[in-house]
């Protein structure tokens, strides 16, 4: 990644995703890494491919191109690892993206009522007007469902 | 930024026995706990009951265990699989549903479920306890009783056909130890 500093202003992360470029708050961002082997299994959650395997974690791959593009990648080289938040619980989801990253500092300026929920805001970065992301309503998530399709606990573990 | 950190580093190690096993290719496992046989289905073909609930096409038939009627779930209808030649029926504990599967794959030993991702958020929230690693592979570990739900089960208790005298002498099946 590449970083202009500009003071006063918010760090944000620039995604490609075909020939179209995203911003996500900086903070959200956890890593960028190469392609690794998907698992997929049955699932009923649309826009989810499977799951990757990254510091012993597995990770979920949220297709979110469709929903911004129209279309899926045809051809992608990282996966941006962003944290998604659920209620109180934050976990990791990857984003297959196209391009390389980069890191930028901007003004955002917010969303308005006309803008799709996935759209936090709006920066202006070298001429170019850039959707800010708000992955929690860009990403399927569990506080989507009814609570009675929610398990009580979520998070087992082997003790 | 604050991600749940993993709970195998919060916890002693436990490890649990899962089976492997097999429908249209795909792979998953299940503790070998709610197994409680494993029979071939040749085995069972004189003692299954055909049942027809039209909504219900993953329920096709029924074992008669004295007063116990145990349910067989095509594994591949209910996980949405291409349709698949079953060779296997896992009796499971504590429910009443059997599982046709095509084949078992292996015992393994489990020593971490990861809780299924919050983004997983339609019905594979019942299907599955979570996902295990298991040499560099990804396993969904089935819930045993996210087979059917409990409206799923009166509406099939509802279309049981009368009680007959199968008389079960199934062979080629193996009882797991509880």
Same mark, same amino acid.
């Given at each position: 990644m590449t970083q202009s500093a500009e003071l006063g202003s918010q760090s944000f992360v620039l995604l490609r995703l075909g020939e179209r470029r995203f911003a996500v708050i900086a903070t959200q961002i956890s890593e960028l890494v190469?392609?690794?082997?998907?698992?997929?299994?049955?699932?009923?959650?649309?826009?989810?491919?499977?799951?990757?395997?990254?510091?012993?974690?597995?990770?979920?791959?949220?297709?979110?191109?469709?929903?911004?593009?129209?279309?899926?990648?045809?051809?992608?080289?990282?996966?941006?690892i962003a944290v998604r938040h659920y209620g109180e619980k934050s976990e990791w989801v990857a984003l297959p993206v196209t391009g390389d990253c980069e890191l930028i500092a901007a003004e955002m300026t917010g969303s308005g009522e006309a803008d799709a929920a996935h759209v936090a805001g709006w920066i202006s970065h070298n001429g170019e007007v850039i959707e800010v992301l708000n992955l929690d309503a860009l990403t399927p998530g569990a506080d989507a469902l009814p609570t009675s399709t929610i398990p009580a606990v979520v998070l087992e573990a082997l003790p | 930024m604050h991600v749940a950190t993993p709970p195998?580093?919060?916890? @002693?190690?436990?490890?649990? %026995?899962?089976? =492997?096993?097999? &429908?249209?290719?795909? !792979?998953?496992?299940?503790?070998?706990?709610?197994?409680?046989?494993?029979?071939?289905?040749?085995?069972?073909?004189?003692? @299954?009951?055909?049942?027809? %609930?039209?909504? =219900?096409?993953? &329920?096709?038939?029924? !074992?008669?265990?004295?007063?116990?009627?145990?349910?067989?779930?095509?594994?591949?209808?209910?996980?949405?699989?291409?349709a698949s030649s079953a060779g296997l029926i896992f009796v499971l504990r504590k429910t009443r549903t059997a599982l046709l599967v095509d084949g078992m794959d292996k015992m393994a030993t489990m020593t971490r479920l990861q809780a299924l991702p919050l983004a997983y958020c339609h019905e594979e929230r019942k299907w599955y306890r979570g996902l295990t690693a298991l040499d560099q592979n990804v396993i969904p570990v089935v819930n045993p009783e996210g087979f059917l739900t409990a409206d799923e089960f009166a509406l099939l208790d509802a279309s049981l056909p009368p009680l007959e005298t199968t008389g079960e002498t199934a062979n080629g099946g193996t009882e797991l130890p509880q």
């Open positions: 190469a392609p690794s082997r998907i698992f997929r299994f049955p699932h009923r959650t649309p826009k989810l491919e499977g799951v990757i395997l990254r510091r012993g974690r597995i990770v979920p791959v949220c297709d979110v191109a469709e929903k911004l593009l129209g279309k899926g990648l045809t051809s992608r080289r990282f996966y941006l | 195998a580093a919060l916890h @002693a190690a436990r490890t649990e %026995q899962i089976i =492997l096993f097999r &429908v249209s290719g795909q !792979l998953f496992g299940v503790s070998s706990a709610s197994v409680q046989e494993v029979r071939s289905v040749d085995s069972l073909s004189g003692a @299954a009951t055909e049942i027809n %609930q039209p909504t =219900l096409r993953k &329920v096709r038939h029924v !074992l008669r265990r004295g007063d116990k009627v145990l349910y067989v779930i095509n594994a591949a209808v209910h996980f949405g699989l291409p």
